[in-house]
Every structure is written in C-alpha cells, then in structure tokens.
C-alpha cells in the first residue's frame, strides 16, 4: 500500500510556543489529506480535511486559528499547533487517499505525533 | 449524519480461538465499510474494506467482515486468533452518497486481547 510519513514521532514543548507536525505521502500525490486527533484509549476524532491549493476545511468545534493547516504541495501537509497548552498534548495522526479513489479508497495513516505540552 | 458503533470496549479470546469484533454503521447512503487495526503509539494500517459485491470480505493476516444489510452490520472475524492480533481495532464508514466530502468516520475502537 502507499506509504504515508509523519515528523515528528514525538515532541515536547513549553506552553506557549508553537509546534508544526509534518505529513508526506512518499510514493504517491495527495490531493486531500485528513487530520486526526486521538485522546488515550479513544477514538479518532476528524479535525479538518486539508484540500492542496485551498483552504483547509475544519469540523465542527476545531479552532482553525489554532490548528493551522497547510497543503502547499500534492505531498506535504502541515498541522502547527499554535501557542500550545496542556490540554493541547494528544496524539495527532495525518492520513491520505491515493488520487482516483475518492469514494471507495482506504486512506493510509502517518505513524502519528505525540504532542506533549509542559 | 453518518455514524458507526463498536459497542464491545475490549474483547478477550483464547489463542487458537475465533474472535468477533462487532461494529454496526448509520448511513444515508450507500456505506463504504473499512477496518483498521492499531498497535500502542502508531499508525492505523488497513485491514480490509467493503465496497460493493461480495457480503464476505477478505483482508489482511487472515481477517474476513461480513457485511450485512438488513442488520447494518460488518463484524470483523478471523477463523483463529494470534497473540500477535492484540491491537486496538477500528471500524470506519463513509457514506458513499453525493455530498460526501470522502472523510472517514471512525467508531469507538475495541481492544482484542489475545491470551496464550
């Protein structure tokens, strides 16, 4: 399957400051990419869908000042959580779904960033 | 509004054993039904999916799902169970409807453990 990369792995930081959390996908284009957010033992929560080219789309109840998302290229998206704090500390996991397979294609997962905020 | 439920928290099955992983999904539309399984600190990786065709669906390290209509229903199986299948797993839908934006909506997880 595509392979999907995500950096870093882990990363501390101090309230206050920001954090910028990388997704490539590796051996193919994405045009869309997906966000998610994992609090310990729970599911993942959908943050925002990020379009190549365009504004982010964000769900209901995401602070889009906060979370700023960038898809500058068909490979790269970014997350920066913005002036962090504790309870910003979670799991963030970016995803992608090959080109053409809009509906039907299974979406493949970024090792994930575990955001820890001091 | 699309919505999928996993109503077993964890899931505990002798090594050797079969094991069922119950999910049932909500959707306008036509559902398009995926599993995925996560080990501690990583990634989701793709197990199977259901699309159209076949109501039994085979993936990978031996799971099936069978999807079933009447009961929205699509349980993940798999005939024998391995240590190595405990993990915590996801079910996922997408409603295959017209608006969709093709995001994927996750339910709760369930934790299988598999015991020697």
């Known amino acids: 399957g595509a392979v999907v990369s995500q950096h870093p792995s882990r990363v501390i930081c101090k309230s206050g400051t920001s954090v910028k959390i990388e997704c490539r996908s590796l051996d193919f284009q994405a045009t869309t990419m997906f966000w998610y957010r994992q609090f310990p033992k729970q599911s993942l929560m959908l ?13 209901q109840g995401v602070e889009k000042d906060k979370f700023l998302i960038n898809h500058a290229s068909l490979t790269l998206s970014t997350l920066t959580v913005t002036s962090a704090h504790p309870e910003d500390s979670s799991f963030y996991i970016c995803s992608a779904r090959e080109p053409g397979a809009f509906n039907t294609g299974e979406l493949f ?10 | 509004a699309q919505s999928v439920a996993q109503p077993e928290d964890q899931v505990n ?8 992983v119950k999910c049932t999904y909500s ?4 559902p398009y039904l995926f599993w995925y399984v996560q ?10 999916k259901y699309i159209t065709g076949d109501n039994l669906v085979k993936g990978s390290y031996g799971f099936e799902a069978e999807f079933n209509k009447s009961q929205t229903s699509f349980h993940l199986k798999k005939p024998s169970a391995l240590v190595s299948d405990s993990a915590l797993y996801f079910c996922a839908v997408r409603d295959g409807g017209s608006g969709n934006t093709g995001k994927l909506i996750f339910g709760q997880g369930t934790t299988l453990q598999v015991k020697p």
């Open chain 1, 47 to 59: 943050m925002a869908t990020s379009n190549e080219g365009s504004k982010a789309t964000y769900e």
């Open chain 2, 13 to 20: 099955v002798a090594e050797g054993n079969p094991l069922t």
């Open chain 2, 27 to 30: 959707v306008s539309g036509n």
């Open chain 2, 39 to 48: 080990y501690p600190n990583r990634g989701l990786q793709f197990l199977l």
């Open chain 1, 109 to 118: 997962f970024g090792e994930g960033s575990r955001l820890t905020v001091l």
